[in-house]
């Protein structure tokens, strides 16, 4: 089973408005001639227009960092899958550990921003990932595999099947301590099956699965060589437009 490698940049809490559109249309001209991958972007929440705008024309799709499940309402300080696909946002990160850890975002949250995503046409990017206290304590695949039923309880197969999930380890994120591609890829494959007991094998096979932490043009082609690592989700080395479009190309010769 192939699936289109999907390679997302969360730049984070980063960047003005100026040096995101900077750094999109350095993306969009270093990535362009890669049309076998799916490239996307996360900028701030105030950078989503201006940067949806400047990519319109490109294959490089633009994602939000979090959003609320609710359309409109009295949710002071949140935005809306409504706005996002307003915006020309395609992508929705949700459930990452950042947000989880210093936000409190649960795992119904997630389930319910999926949910809402899905009905305005915005694809979530569902993350997952233990501490290293839960891998030390030999929990890592009962807890992950429990945050990705929990994330994809409102979804139908079909709403699955076009969703991505990204398997971060807290551990190695932002520490330069990647997962090993084998330690990953465990994961990775429990993740899968979680997915094809929900869904059928059918629908586990088209569901892509992101790696995230600590990916570099380095250590990335080990990883995507794995069989269950379908693409990765890349924080800091997403902030320059050289390291972000090395890991691009990885399929590329060198
Ligand atoms: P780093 O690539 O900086 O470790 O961040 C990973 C991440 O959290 C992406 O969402």
Redesign the pocket.
Known sequence: MSRRPIL?G?W?LNLTVRESLELASAVRDKCARHRDVDVVV?PTHLALHAVAQRLADSPVRVAAQNCHWADQGAFTGEISPAHLADAGVAWC?IG???RRQFFGETDDGVAKKARALHDRGVLPII?VGESLDQRDAGQTLSWVTGQVKAALAELTADEAAVSVV?Y?PIW?????R?ASPEQAQEVHAAIRATLAELYGRAIADRIRIQY?????PSNVKTLMAQPDIDGA??????LTADSFAGIVAHRAED
């Not at 995230?212 to 570099?216: E, L, M, W, Y």
């Not at 989700?233 to 997403?238: D, E, H, K, M, Q």
């Open positions: 997302a969360n984070k996360a990160i990452h550990s950042e993350c990204a971060e190695a994120i932002g520490t330069g990647t995230g932490g600590s990916v570099k989700l890349v924080g800091g080395a997403s």
